[in-house]
């Protein structure tokens, strides 16, 4: 009697997880069949300027060859489209699902620019937060920290300045300028005294580098990238203690490079 019991539990078992199986696919085929009623674009912009739209963002659906609304929910290729937006290069990341009544939604994360290059080439790009170089958008303008002088490196889609930190040069290893303005650049960013007063960075012919300041006539001696948290301490206390005191025309020159060391000049 009891295995006969057993028998018929374990048949019952059988037939609801057929039958699940069974409402499972049919609901699938069903959504699959279901027309797109509408769809939704959302772009977070994070704390950075637009430089990418809706309208660009569906013109990339496009061009994957689905229109969304109309569209048979099973003949969307999400993948596909998440690739194509993801490809973009004011995109960092994108995602793109259907919910339940025939909507579909798209997120984007546009990616974050913290700083313009003007190189001794004359191009023009952006470098964000990850590291990765940006094309200007000749329809926006992100205002951002500004970098000028010996930059000689290029333009390039390929390169990351924070994976790709330690390159060869003459067999010996250096890190090169894009990189410590990238170094420099999210240090400053991060800041929101720095970030408030700091308006340009200038990369002089021996690779070190002068801060272009946004209140007061005066020009930052920083050296090299290194040190830069004691560095921009000492900056600090020496606009609060020192400056504010005197005046913030008092010197042209502003010295940090050297440890424990403020040196002020006028010129």
Not at 104 to 112: A, F, P, R, T
Not at 169 to 176: L, R
Not at 221 to 241: C, I
Request: aromatic content about 10%.
């Amino acid at each position: 009697m009891k295995k006969f019991l057993k028998i018929l539990e374990i048949a019952a078992w059988v037939l609801m997880t057929a039958g699940l199986f069974v409402l499972l696919g049919f609901t699938s085929t069903e959504h699959n069949s279901e027309v797109c009623k509408k769809y939704i674009i959302r772009i977070n912009y994070g704390k950075a300027d637009i430089l990418i739209t809706q309208e660009d963002i569906y013109s990339v659906v496009k061009s994957t060859g689905n229109l969304l609304k109309g569209q048979h929910l099973g003949t969307i290729d999400f993948e596909r489209i998440e690739r194509a937006i993801r490809r973009e290069s004011y995109v960092a990341n994108a995602q793109a699902y259907m919910t339940l009544g025939g909507v579909v939604e798209i997120d984007v994360v546009q990616s974050q620019p913290i700083l313009r290059i003007f190189n001794d080439k004359g191009e023009s790009f952006y470098l964000d937060g990850q590291g990765n170089l940006m094309p200007l958008n000749p329809a926006f303008s992100a205002r951002v920290l500004v970098a000028t002088g010996s930059i000689g490196e290029s333009f390039s889609k390929k390169t990351c300045y924070l994976t790709d930190s330690v390159r060869k040069k003459d067999s010996a290893e250096y890190k090169s300028v894009m990189n410590n303005l990238y170094k420099i650049a999210t240090f400053i960013t991060q800041d929101k005294f720095l970030i408030a007063q700091i308006e340009q960075i200038y990369v002089e012919p021996n690779g070190e580098f002068e801060l272009i300041p946004r209140v007061g006539a005066h020009t930052i001696l920083m050296g090299g990238a290194d040190n830069l948290e004691d560095k921009f301490e000492r900056l600090f206390v020496f606009y609060r203690m020192g400056l504010s005191k005197t005046g913030w025309n008092k010197y042209n020159i502003i010295n940090i490079k050297f440890k424990n060391q403020v040196v002020c000049s006028k010129i």
